[in-house]
């Protein structure tokens, strides 16, 4: 079982940046997968990035890939998700998620934190 927080959302102009955190609560933090997803109004959570547990390996939505990076550090239990070069599209709730295995799709996640807001204004 493992907690997750998110922090560091926020209101940015186009162009800038914010840097999201997820920390988490509970065993084995540094043996998970973790993903970062957002999600639209009406619409299913999307895959953002995700990292696995030593932080070797990382996959990029095609429509974030070179622009947000995914990073983490398994001595303070945190993900982050560095975002840059923003766009208005990129306003959404961005969750943060664990699981054992890499996977883009949002069902194989068993654990989520609670979201947090990112705004984009043009």
């Known amino acids: 079982q493992v907690q997750l927080v998110e922090s560091g959302g926020g209101l940015v102009q186009a162009g800038g940046s914010l840097r999201l955190s997820c920390a988490a609560s509970?065993?084995?933090?540094?043996?998970?997968?973790m993903g970062w997803f957002r999600q639209y109004p009406g619409k299913e959570r999307e895959f953002v990035a995700s990292?696995?547990?030593?932080?070797?390996?990382?996959y990029y939505a095609d429509s974030v890939k070179g622009r947000f990076t995914i990073s983490r550090d398994n001595a303070k239990n945190t993900v982050y998700l560095q975002m840059n070069s923003l766009k208005p599209e990129d306003t959404a709730v961005y969750y943060c998620?664990?699981?054992?295995?890499?996977?883009?799709?949002?069902?194989?996640?068993?654990?989520w934190g609670q979201g947090t807001q990112v705004t984009v204004s043009s």
């Open positions: 990292i696995n547990w030593s932080g070797g390996s990382t």
């Open positions: 998620a664990a699981r054992n295995y890499y996977s883009a799709h949002a069902n194989d996640y068993p654990y």
């Open positions: 509970g065993r084995s933090f540094s043996t998970y997968t």
